[in-house]
């Protein structure tokens, strides 16, 4: 039989090394511990070799992420705060090329609304307010490439 311990100790690591599913048996007794689902990524090639712009993928469920700055780091001097991205990747104003962005300078924003598209191997990442405001400045340029907890936007709270 597995000691608690031990018990504690696999679940810490299935916790922190992104591994879905353990499962072992041991003395009779079964034990299985579930991480959390890791985002799948699926990498084929069009058919005839041909490439596919990333704005005609379509992606079954995005994920949403808030992306307020870091402790110590949400605010500057005259009490705006800075929205950054989780992760490296292409900074997206709009759901498409033709589309409008989805926020403008000037424009009013809710806790929980879409700021911009952040793509990472072909996934697309929604980065969204965790704060009701107004967009004062957007930082970054439609298609550039940006870094992990980058300044994508300066927001003045409500």
Known sequence: MLKFEEICELVRLVGTTGVARVEIEHGGARIQVEGRPQPQ????????????????????????????????DDSIDDG??????????????????ESEPFVKVGDDVRDGQVLCIVEAMKLMNEITSDFDGT?????????????????????RPA
């Open 41 to 72: 990524v699926v990498v084929t090639a069009a058919a005839g070799g041909e490439v596919i712009p990333a704005s005609q993928v379509v992606l079954p469920s995005p994920l949403a992420v808030d992306a307020a700055a870091p402790d110590g």
């Open 80 to 97: 705006h705060h800075s929205v950054i991205s989780p992760i490296v990747g292409t900074f997206y104003r709009a759901p498409s090329p």
């Open 135 to 155: 967009v004062v400045k957007v930082l970054v340029e439609n298609g550039e490439p940006v870094e992990y907890e980058q300044k994508l936007f300066t927001i």
